[in-house]
């Protein structure tokens, strides 16, 4: 964590320059990636990409009620950042001294502790104070220092509905929440992740011939429904899923939670083996589209029946999926 001290030991110099670029990255999209293959475009193989992200979201400190769902946890952001590109990702604590910064102070404070050559941002990029910077006074303030300032534009994805949208941390979460991770998808340059570990429940699944692996997880989740998914075991082995996401009103559940039933490339449930743990281990869900509503039905032997139909329905959209890819 960096919350505000000076860190000069990062300095970079002619041979080995620093590219860095400052945000927040949750999600670490498509619009992230544009600007951390920016930073490295500009310094080479050479040079040094550094990532400053603030976790917390500020609004946290400023307006808590205002604050953005995270995507993902930081952890995974980090890991994503640096899979991109990045050489060093330094996770800002957005302390209220930090957030009190003019937009000048800012510039000066990234310059004096990264001592970058360049410094990319978006085209919408706002720092300091009531977030007042903007990037033209991004390159006016760091060209008296001595650093230039590139600024990337927006990269724009078609949506299924035909629509065209900006890659935005915002318009992920409302994709996701609105269930249209397919969307989401294509916005963030994979599938929307849920990453977790498997934890008990219930059972109820087990006795309907339905098993389900509860997921523990600080993804975001999806609106309630049903949705096809990649899931990823702890080996690296993908298999199908089809997840329920919600309370489980047929069984009047109260709790929201994700469960995702995993079946073999025939539509057949995956079983675990006898020397796997059954909770505890690690899990990778990649949403790929959705199936459709959660609903109430009569019976528990009615809700088996939709299962089965669900499973063949997640069944076809995964494979959609694969079959998009080639």
């Known amino acids: 964590m960096h919350s505000g001290g000076l860190n000069l030991g990062m300095a970079g110099n002619e041979s080995n320059p620093i590219a860095l670029t400052v945000g927040n990255f949750?999600?670490?999209?498509?619009g992230h990636a544009a600007l951390v293959h920016r930073c490295r475009k500009v310094v080479g193989i050479d040079g040094k990409v550094v990532v400053l992200s603030f976790n917390p979201h500020p609004m946290m400190v400023l307006n808590p009620e205002q604050a953005p769902t995270p995507i993902e946890p930081i952890g995974v952001r980090v890991d994503r950042l640096k899979a991109m590109g990045a050489d060093e990702v330094v996770v800002l604590e957005p302390t209220p001294e930090l957030l009190a910064m003019s937009a000048q102070e800012f510039v000066d404070f990234v310059i004096d502790s990264y001592r970058p050559r360049v410094i990319v941002e978006g085209h919408d990029f706002r720092f300091g104070k009531r977030r007042a910077g903007?990037?033209?006074a991004l390159k006016e303030?760091?060209?008296?220092r001595g650093v230039e300032v590139q600024i990337v534009p927006g990269v724009e994805v078609a949506l299924t509905d035909q629509s065209i949208v900006k890659a935005s941390s915002t318009m992920t979460r409302w994709l996701i929440a609105h269930g249209r991770v397919r969307d989401a998808?294509?916005?963030?340059?994979?599938p929307h992740e849920l990453i977790g570990t498997v934890v008990q429940g219930a059972q109820l699944g087990r006795q309907i011939g339905f098993r389900t692996a509860n997921l523990k997880t600080d993804s975001m989740l999806p609106c309630d429904g049903v949705y096809g998914a990649v899931v990823m075991l702890p080996d690296g082995t993908e298999m199908g899923g089809a997840v329920n996401v919600g309370t489980r009103p047929t069984v009047?559940?109260?709790d929201r939670r994700a469960e995702v039933h995993v079946f073999?490339?025939?539509g057949h449930p995956w079983m675990p083996t006898d020397d796997f743990p059954e909770y505890g281990w690690a899990i990778t869900v990649k949403l790929i589209g959705w199936v459709r509503d959660q609903m109430k039905f009569?019976?528990?032997d009615v809700l088996s029946q939709q299962l089965g139909r669900d499973v063949m329905r997640a069944k076809g959209t995964?494979?959609?999926m694969l079959v998009a890819r080639v």
Do not use: C, Y
Not at 141 to 144: I, M, Q, T
Not at 185 to 190: A, D, K, P, T
């Open 26 to 30: 949750d999600g670490v999209h498509n």
């Open 134 to 136: 903007t990037p033209t």
């Open 141 to 144: 303030f760091a060209s008296l």
């Open 185 to 190: 998808g294509f916005v963030l340059g994979r």
């Open 252 to 254: 009047n559940g109260t």
């Open 264 to 266: 073999d490339g025939d």
């Open 298 to 300: 009569a019976s528990v």
């Open 318 to 320: 995964v494979e959609s």
